[in-house]
């Protein structure tokens, strides 16, 4: 057994190289009556590489319906989405331009508009690293994070929202928002949001 270490860019000739010198390997150890069982192939193997499937394959982030592929989604491939991470709106405020938004003062009204509050920040494992514009889901509709995250809030931009007030859903990621895309807004990978989510956060199966 063996892992593919490069297998999430399918540009990349060393998933081959690993594939060439692995089936060496596996000829050697072979004897006249058997040959040894074998895996090698992950989500990216599994997607991208159909000869590293061997005996037995391994798949790991394509369960959680996400892509093993630098800047693809898994809906690219077929896949669904099965974790979602949502919250709820809690205040729906209007502010004047030139009015600072979260710690630092870090982002600023460009204009007099609704920010809106929503119960969920780094203590939840949100990323405290995503950035300003990174999209989220207000009552089903594309909204925009504001500022920095704090422990147990963000805020959210609802400029052009219909029909917003506090109590309605908020996704983060899953349905309806690839969880790729946020981690590419929180310069980090998609594996690292999952994992990232605190035990604080109830769960639903």
């Known amino acids: 057994m063996s892992h593919l270490a490069n297998?999430?860019?399918?540009?990349?000739?060393?998933?081959?190289?690993q594939y060439q010198r692995f089936s060496r390997t596996?000829?050697?150890?072979?004897?006249?009556?058997?040959?040894?069982?074998?895996s090698?192939?992950?989500?990216?193997?599994?997607?991208?590489?159909?000869?590293?499937h061997l005996d037995w394959v391994r798949p790991g982030i394509m369960l959680y319906g996400i892509s093993p592929f630098q800047n693809h989604t898994g809906g690219e491939h077929?896949?669904?989405a099965v974790m979602t991470l949502k919250s709820r709106l809690?205040?729906?405020?209007?502010?004047?331009?030139g009015k600072s938004v979260g710690y630092g003062g870090s982002w600023t009204c460009p204009e007099d508009m609704p920010v809106g509050v929503v119960a969920i920040g780094y203590g939840d494992g949100y990323p405290r690293h995503a950035r300003?514009?990174?999209?989220?889901?207000?009552?089903?509709?594309?909204?925009?994070l504001l500022g920095r995250v704090s422990m147990d809030m963000i805020?959210?931009?609802?400029?052009?929202l219909q029909n917003i007030n506090p109590g309605d859903e908020v996704i983060l990621w899953g349905e309806g928002l690839p969880a790729e895309e946020v981690a590419r807004h929180a310069?980090?990978?998609?594996?690292?949001?999952?994992?990232?989510?605190?035990?604080?956060?109830?769960?639903?199966?």
Request: charged share 20%; aromatic share 4%; with cysteine.
């Open 7 to 17: 297998a999430d860019d399918k540009a990349d000739a060393m998933t081959e190289t």
């Open 26 to 38: 596996q000829k050697k150890l072979a004897t006249d009556t058997t040959a040894p069982m074998a």
């Open 40 to 52: 090698l192939a992950n989500s990216g193997g599994l997607l991208g590489w159909p000869q590293t």
């Open 78 to 80: 077929h896949l669904q």
């Open 90 to 97: 809690i205040a729906r405020n209007f502010h004047r331009r």
């Open 132 to 144: 300003a514009g990174t999209p989220l889901l207000v009552n089903g509709q594309r909204a925009s």
């Open 155 to 160: 805020t959210v931009d609802l400029r052009g």
């Open 187 to 205: 310069d980090t990978i998609a594996y690292d949001l999952l994992c990232g989510v605190n035990p604080r956060v109830a769960v639903q199966y």
